[in-house]
Structures are given as C-alpha cells and as structure tokens.
C-alpha cells in the first residue's frame, strides 16, 4: 500500500503517529508524512520521508484571537469541546454556535494552508490509505478527492468524536458547519459529504480500554509505543539509583506553547528535599534545586520510566501512557485540555491519585502515599497488563491492510 500521513505541525500531535508510520514502513508499505514546510524536520528526524504542503501558519497565534487568547484555553477543555464531559453545556443553544465558531475561526483556518497542495500531492501519488490526527481535516478532504480510504489517529480522549456525537443526537434542522465546509470542497474536488469526513472511516486508538471513552464509532485499538523525538540516554541514568527514583515531568506545552508551569516547582521540589528519593526533574530556569534533585532539561521518558518507583506529571497522554507502560504509579496533577480526565481515569484503575489544586504540600504527601502504599504497585502492575495484552503496531498492519480494501473508493 501507500499510505499518507497528515499532522497539524505540533511535536505532540506527531509523536503519536511515529511508532504506527514505522510499522507500516517495517511492513514493506510506502510511507509519507505530509506537513506544513516549517515542520518537515521534525518528520525526517523521525526516520519518515516528509512531504512539505502549503504555507506555514501557527496554530497557538491563531487561538490568540479567540476570547481570552492562548492561556484563556490553557485549562480545561477548549469551547465548544468543554461539552465533552459537562453534562451542562450537551445541548444545541451551547453546540450550534460553538461548533460553528469552531470551525470557523479554527477548524478551517488551521487546515486551509494546506488543502490545495494535499489534494494536489495526493491525486499524483495515489494513497491508499491516508491517517490524519483529528486537528488535521485536510486529510480527510485529500483522501476523498482521490478516494482513499482514511482514518482518525487518536491521540487524546476521543474528545471531538464524543461531541459530535452528542451533536448529531441534538442537532434536528439545524445546518451542519462540518457538512457546510466539508461540502465546499467536494464541490471543488468531486465528492459528497460523508460522516467521516469528521470522524474517518475508522479511529485508531492506542489507549487501552480502561482509560478511553469511546463515542460509539467503529476504533482500532492498539498498542502504545513510546516515542518523544531524538535522543539518546545519559550515562547517569544506565547505573542504578541508590535511592526510590522519582520522575518530575510537567510536559512541553507548558514552556513551548503557554507561559510556564501551572504550579511553582521550586516549592514542590523544596517539599521533597526531605523525603529519601531521587528526584529527576526535567525543566528549565530553575537555579539551585535541593541536593537529592537532579535537574535536567530534557531525558528520554521511556528510557527514565523503567528506572522510577514513581512519577509525578501533568498527566498528558504520552507522559501517563510512558510511565504505565513500565508500571510506574503516578501523581497527576491536571490542568489543560483532557488532562483532568485522563487523571481520573489513572485513579479509577488504582495505577495513582488525581490531585486537583496541588500544593507542594500534598504532591509530598501524595509521593509518600504511591511509594508507601502497595495498592498503587499493584495498580501499576494491572495497567501495565492491560496495555500489553494490546496487539502492537506491527500486528494491526493486516487490518489496516483489510480496512483499506474494505473503505478505498477509487481514484
């Protein structure tokens, strides 16, 4: 098969898609990964062969010019999604204009860079397949205009499946923005809205069961493989740790995309110079940190996670999903977009506590609860199962070879 790849140009989005792109390279299918031009090194260092389309546009400054701007989305879940686990706001007065907003002032402005140039590379090269992340429509356009079959690659709670399931449900007469923008295209390119131009023709997901919820859509569930970008492993961290080890991780967005951290990590590292353990803390601007802390700016998470008797994180997918890989409890302490729910999903499975409003006091007394209490271990220790139960990447290759046939509609 060729199978074309598609990504909004943020390092976290694209990390999720890596590990499935080599799979199908390993299993002998052409592979291009297509991205706005500023991003194609990102890709190469991947290992992948990039595909600059379009212009370059930025993401965060387009949010910029929605009400409150970039930090007013920092927590919580961005409108009109916010819908996803708030009971309150599932109704059409809050999902008519947000959706509509939403893809107006975000949706379409964010693909629209893009399309042309995707739509063109695609008709040439003839894709059979073509996986986009859910922020990147424009695949959905290119895989219909040159009837491909294509798929949503997850890499959050299906946070925009669950809405536009709820919106469906509720919508009545009302006129679809999705449908309305969608269609726009397929007059241009030739083809009918279809429903999974918003959702795929089938999801791909690597979050196991137990802390996924689904939206009643057809999901290929597979297994999650780390990966965080080049890097290569310290000489410190391939000798043992003379005491516990304990990961701190508050992610990239948090200096990359927004105005720092969320919490002031010199208190909670200041908190946790008492207790017995090592402290990895990865971060940057901190000055002088106390003696049991070893401050660095950056360290491979998959490399790290086996060595830790626990870990202390915002809770994004990829930081929670590493450390459970190894079955490591963790300390979450969320704040922005799913964050919260994957938390609390964490808690639910017994694998580590959900801390809202943390202070440096009860993120230590949280650390000394995962290292003191053998729930958590045991927790730890069934996560881990459920996630390897899961087939890997490699072993989806024959479906997605089936699902392919199944879905591709012609040139």
């Known amino acids: 098969m060729r199978v074309l790849l598609t990504t909004y140009p943020e390092k976290t989005f694209f990390y999720h898609l890596v590990p499935l792109a080599w ?22 260092q991947a290992g992948l062969t990039a595909v600059p389309v379009g212009s370059d546009r930025n993401f965060w400054r387009i949010t910029e010019t929605r009400a409150g701007g970039t930090e007013a989305m920092r927590e919580g879940i961005m409108p009109p999604y916010d819908a996803f686990d708030d009971v309150a706001k599932q109704n059409l007065g809050y999902l008519q204009p947000g959706l509509t907003e939403a893809v107006r002032g975000w949706h379409r402005v964010s693909n629209f860079p893009i399309v042309a140039d995707l739509v063109e590379f695609a008709r040439a090269w003839k894709p059979d397949l073509v996986v986009w992340e859910p922020l990147s429509q424009a695949g959905a356009i290119a895989a219909r205009a040159c009837g491909a079959a294509h798929a949503r690659m997850l890499w959050s709670i299906d946070l925009f499946g669950g809405v536009r399931d709820h919106y469906l449900r509720l919508r009545g007469d009302e006129p679809d923005p999705f449908e309305a923008w969608f269609s726009g295209y397929g007059r241009k390119y030739g083809f009918e809205f279809g429903e999974d131009m918003v959702t795929g023709d089938f999801t791909l997901d690597h979050l196991p069961g137990s802390l996924q919820i689904e939206a009643g859509l057809p999901y290929l569930r597979f297994q999650y493989v780390p990966y965080g970008g080049p890097a290569s492993v310290p000489d410190w961290l391939q000798r043992p740790s003379e005491r516990p080890r304990i990961a701190l991780t508050m992610g990239l967005s948090a200096t990359e995309i927004f105005g720092g951290y969320h919490l002031s990590l010199p208190d909670v590292l200041d908190a946790l110079s008492d207790v017995d353990v ?42 929670l999903a590493t450390f459970a890989r190894a079955g490591v409890p963790q300390l979450c302490v969320p ?20 801390l809202r409003s943390p ?16 729930s958590f271990t045991r927790g ?15 072993d989806i290759v024959p479906d997605l070879e089936d699902l392919t046939a199944k879905f591709r509609r012609g040139s």
């Open 380 to 394: 730890a220790a069934s996560l881990q199962s459920e996630m390897d139960t899961l087939p890997s990447p490699n």
């Open 23 to 44: 799979a199908l390279r390993t299993a002998g299918h052409e592979v291009r990964v297509a991205c706005q031009p500023k991003f194609a090194p990102v890709v190469t």
């Open 335 to 354: 704040h922005h977009l799913d964050e919260p729910i994957f938390a609390a999903g964490l808690a639910r499975a017994g694998a580590g506590i959900d």
């Open 278 to 319: 090592e402290v990895v803390a990865t971060a940057q601007g901190l000055g002088t940190v106390p003696a049991n802390v070893r401050l660095v700016s950056y360290v491979p998470l998959h490399a790290l996670a086996p060595t830790c008797a626990a870990a202390v994180h915002h809770g994004g997918l990829g930081t």
């Open 359 to 374: 202070t440096a006091d009860t993120i230590r007394e949280s650390v000394r609860r995962l290292l003191d209490d053998p």
